[in-house]
C-alpha cells in the first residue's frame, strides 16, 4: 500500500495527524484576519469609496443558507472619496451587501455609511470584505483621512504589511521600512493606526511610515512632510 508523505512524514504520523486537525482552524483564522483591514486598505484595495444616506433597502435569501440575504440598497450619495468615474447619478443602487435576513439585519435606513466596493457587470457592488460603518462611528480622525486624502493619496506610494501571525513568530517588526508600514490589527498599537493614523510618503527620503491624520492636511499644505515619526 502506498502512503503519501509530507516532508518524509506519513500521513499517519502523529506530526502530520495534528497538522492535519488544525489546518482548518490556521486557515479560517487566515481568511478571517484577511478581512481585518486598516481603514487605508480598504479604501485603496476598492474601486470606489462614497458617503451615502441609505433611502431604502430590497433582499432576497442566499440560496446556499437561507439565513443569509443578499441586499440591495438604494443610497443617496453625498461624498465621493474615490471613484467618481463609477457614480453615474446622485442616487445610486448598492448590491451585493450579504447580510442577516432577520429584522434587525441590515444597514439602517436613514442613516449615514461610508460604503467601498467594486463595480462588476456594469453594478456598483459592496460586501464581503468591505468597509461599510456608519459615518458617526468613525472617529474625528478617520473622518478627517476621508476628507484630506490621506489614505487616497497615498495608495500609489505605500502598502501595509498585516501579520496576523506575529505571536509564532519571535522577532520584533519594525513599524515601517521602505514603501511598507506594518499593521497588527489585535494589539494595542495597531488600534491606535486603525483609529487615529495613515501610511505617508513623507520627507526627502520618500519612505512611508505612520502619521497622525489631523496632521496630514497641514504638512501637505507645506509640501514637507516630515522624516519623523508622529506618535
Excluded at 463609477?86 to 447580510?99: C, L, S
Excluded at 497615498?154 to 521602505?178: H, K
Amino acid at each position: 500500500m502506498m502512503l503519501l508523505t509530507l516532508n518524509g512524514l506519513s500521513l499517519h504520523h502523529p506530526k502530520m495527524l495534528l497538522f492535519c486537525m488544525i489546518l482548518p482552524f490556521i486557515m479560517a483564522y487566515a481568511e478571517a484576519s484577511e478581512c481585518r483591514k486598516h481603514p487605508q486598505q480598504y479604501v485603496c484595495d476598492a474601486d470606489f469609496v462614497i458617503k451615502g444616506k441609505i433611502l431604502s433597502r430590497t433582499s432576497a435569501q442566499d440560496w446556499l443558507n437561507p439565513k443569509i440575504c443578499v441586499a440591495r440598497y438604494n443610497v443617496n450619495i453625498t461624498a465621493i472619496f474615490k471613484g467618481i468615474q463609477f457614480v453615474a447619478t446622485e442616487n445610486q443602487y448598492i448590491h451585493g451587501i450579504r447580510e442577516s435576513c432577520n429584522e434587525k439585519g441590515g444597514l439602517d435606513i436613514g442613516d449615514k455609511y461610508i460604503i467601498t466596493g467594486y463595480q462588476s457587470d456594469n453594478k456598483l457592488k459592496s460586501g464581503d470584505c468591505q468597509w461599510i460603518v456608519k459615518w458617526s462611528s468613525l472617529t474625528k480622525l478617520q473622518q478627517q483621512a476621508l476628507i484630506h486624502d490621506a489614505y487616497t493619496d497615498n495608495c500609489d506610494y505605500c502598502q501595509i504589511s498585516r501579520f496576523a501571525f506575529r505571536a509564532f513568530n519571535s522577532l520584533q517588526r519594525p513599524e515601517a521600512v521602505g514603501d511598507t508600514c506594518s499593521y497588527d490589527f489585535s494589539s494595542e498599537n495597531g488600534q491606535k493606526q486603525r483609529q487615529k493614523m495613515s501610511c505617508l510618503r513623507r520627507g526627502t527620503s520618500q519612505n512611508c511610515s505612520w502619521m497622525r491624520n489631523d496632521l496630514y492636511e497641514k504638512f501637505r499644505n507645506l509640501h514637507a512632510l516630515p522624516e519623523i515619526l508622529i506618535n
